[in-house]
């Protein structure tokens, strides 16, 4: 019953982020509003009750299982991309090697350019 | 179900008929498919190679083309699964909040370079895809990659992407990101598991993180950092990125 208690939590946000969603507009999908919710609560309050750390724990211990079902989608699509295949990988390739160059190049330089920065843990 | 080419006994096919008319069958070869590529992944020492997402993928694609299914009727069981996804989008609320504590003196530079990977991270792969002849739907698939699969699927169905396809390019982004990112990191003679942990993250989500845990605690720790982080800048950055880019393009 008690991780009863922290899916409903999880939902009841799932709901805010959908109601607010529709209600503005807004070009975001309601999971990811309530995701955004629920951590600016879980900030000004400091603290996350055992139910709620344990039903998001056991929901993403499984989150490859939740992506299956649309992963599996694209294959029954495949056709529809087979003339762009080449741009898709190119596009991931490229764009993925950038970020992680960008990224790193900027946080090497940021940190440089403190005086004394913490060097985390 | 209309051609279950495997199964030639009469009987079989009657139990096969009735059964993959119930959700229950997509249903249970979806946990089937997951816990044996769980314990391959496990099996191989957590390779990135032998990403779960893709071997019980390829599982699943194997089985429902040999029992000549559709996905409508794979999906009848399965969306109970896929549902799940929207609570597990909010709970990622929860890390993110965990994660917070780590920022305390680095959350400028951390801030600053998250915003650089993401925004270059959605918006080479949104201008290269275009330069190379690929179509919108396409664009707005790849803009959200970088983000964890929950997020990305959610931003790119709300900016005209295919949240399938948005799951896919996630997968493979993620390898590659962790593969890639491995390999440069040697060739640049990067130390910093700071700087490495947050490359990591922003560009590779969770696979990244993975194997950023592999070479060093503070890499994966600053890697899930950096991986909440980009989720939460990716949903509030990456819509209004589209916008920008779609006026200029």
Redesign the interface.
């Given at each position: 019953m008690v991780m009863l208690r922290g899916?409903l939590v999880?939902?009841a946000?799932?709901v805010i982020?959908e109601a607010l969603r529709v209600m503005l507009a807004?070009?975001?999908?309601?999971?990811?509003l309530?995701?955004?919710?629920?951590?600016l609560l879980?900030?000004v309050r400091g603290s996350?009750s055992d139910s709620?750390?344990n039903?998001?724990?056991a929901?993403?211990s499984?989150?490859?299982?939740?992506?299956?079902?649309?992963?599996?989608?694209?294959?029954?699509?495949a056709d529809q991309?087979a003339s762009?295949w080449?741009?898709?990988a190119?596009?991931?390739?490229?764009?993925?090697?950038?970020?992680?160059?960008?990224?790193?190049w900027?946080?090497?330089r940021?940190?440089a350019?403190?005086p004394k920065?913490?060097?985390?843990? | 179900m209309n051609n279950p080419g495997l199964l030639p006994d009469p009987g079989l096919k009657d139990i096969w008929v009735y059964l993959s008319a119930s959700p229950l069958l997509g249903l249970t070869i979806?946990?089937v498919?997951?816990g044996l590529?769980?314990r391959l992944y496990l099996r191989t020492g957590s390779s990135p190679w032998a990403n779960?997402?893709v071997t019980?993928?390829a599982l699943?694609?194997g089985v429902?083309v040999l029992t000549g299914s559709?996905?409508d009727d794979?999906?009848a069981g399965?969306?109970f699964?896929?549902f799940?996804?929207?609570?597990?989008?909010?709970?990622?609320?929860?890390?993110?909040?965990?994660q917070?504590s780590?920022l305390?003196?680095?959350w400028?530079?951390?801030t600053?370079?998250?915003i650089?990977?993401?925004v270059?991270?959605?918006g080479?792969?949104?201008g290269?895809?275009w330069l190379?002849?690929?179509?919108t739907e396409?664009q707005m698939s790849?803009a959200p990659?970088?983000a964890?699969?929950?997020?990305a699927?959610?931003?790119s169905?709300?900016?005209g992407g295919?949240?399938?396809?948005t799951?896919?390019?996630v997968?493979?982004?993620g390898i590659?990101?962790a593969l890639?990112?491995t390999k440069?990191?040697e060739w640049?003679r990067?130390k910093?598991?700071?700087?490495?942990g947050?490359?990591?993250g922003?560009?590779?989500h969770?696979i990244g993180t993975a194997r950023a845990f592999q070479v060093s605690p503070?890499m994966g720790?600053?890697s899930g950092l950096?991986m909440a982080l980009s989720?939460?800048a990716t949903?509030?950055l990456v819509?209004w990125l589209v916008d920008l880019m779609a006026a200029m393009l």
């Open positions: 899916f999880l939902t946000f799932f982020g807004l070009p975001i999908s309601g999971g990811v309530g995701m955004i919710l629920l951590t879980l900030m996350i709620l750390a039903a998001s724990q929901l993403i499984v989150l490859v299982l939740l992506i299956m079902p649309g992963v599996v989608g694209v294959f029954f699509q991309f762009e080449l741009a898709i190119l596009a991931l390739l490229a764009g993925t090697f950038l970020s992680v160059l960008t990224t790193l900027v946080m090497q940021a940190v350019g403190r920065a913490g060097t985390g843990e | 979806t946990l498919a997951y590529a769980y779960p997402v019980s993928v699943l694609i429902l559709t996905y794979y999906f399965a969306q699964v896929h799940l996804l929207g609570p597990a989008t909010v709970a990622l609320a929860v890390p993110l909040y965990q917070f780590r305390r003196q680095l400028l530079p951390v600053i370079s998250l650089c990977g993401v270059i991270a959605g080479s792969s949104i290269l895809a190379l002849g690929g179509s396409i790849l990659k970088s964890t699969a929950p997020v699927m959610g931003i169905e709300k900016i295919l949240p399938s396809l799951a896919v390019l997968v493979l982004t590659t990101g890639l990112g440069l990191f640049l990067i910093d598991d700071t700087a490495k947050i490359a990591m922003v560009a590779a969770g503070q720790a600053f950096a989720a939460f949903a509030l819509p």
